[in-house]
C-alpha cells in the first residue's frame, strides 16, 4: 500500500501563489502516472492535472491551463503543483493520487491538502 501525503496548502489572496506536494512512500518510479484533483466544498471531485512518469507528458484542465504546472522529482518521490495568480474558485481540498501502469483507475490516494484563497 503506497501512502501519499500531501502539504503546501493554506489561506491565500488572490494572485498569490502555492506550491503543492505529495510524498509517497516509496520510489514514484513506480507510480506510472500522478495526478491532482480537487473537490470543493458541496461539489464533485475534479481533475486538476496529471504527469507521466518516464515521458513527463502532462495534462491539465482548462481552467488551470497557464497558471498551474505539474512536476515530479522521483529522486524525492515527489510531486509537486505550482499553483500561480490563484482565485477564489480555486479554493477547495486538494488530493494526490497516482497508478501503476496497467491499472484502469488511479489507486493511492493521499487525504488531501486545504487551500483557501481569499477575494
Known amino acids: 500500500q503506497v501512502q501519499l501525503i500531501e502539504s503546501g496548502g493554506g489561506l491565500v489572496q488572490s494572485g498569490d501563489s502555492l506550491r503543492l506536494s505529495c510524498a509517497a512512500s516509496?520510489?514514484?518510479?513506480?507510480?506510472?502516472?500522478m495526478a491532482w484533483f480537487r473537490q470543493a466544498s458541496g461539489k464533485s471531485r475534479e481533475f486538476v492535472a496529471s504527469?507521466?512518469?518516464?515521458?513527463?507528458?502532462?495534462n491539465y484542465v482548462d481552467s488551470v491551463k497557464g497558471r498551474f504546472i505539474i512536476s515530479r522529482d522521483d529522486a524525492k518521490n515527489t510531486m509537486y503543483l505550482q499553483m500561480n495568480s490563484l482565485k477564489p474558485e480555486d479554493t477547495a481540498v486538494y488530493l494526490c493520487?497516482?497508478?501503476?501502469?496497467?491499472?484502469?483507475?488511479?489507486?493511492?490516494w493521499g487525504q488531501g491538502t486545504q487551500v483557501t484563497v481569499s477575494s
Open positions: 516509496e520510489s514514484t518510479v513506480n507510480i506510472y502516472r
Open positions: 504527469i507521466t512518469g518516464r515521458s513527463g507528458a502532462t
Open positions: 493520487t497516482g497508478r501503476r501502469s496497467g491499472s484502469a483507475v488511479f489507486e493511492y
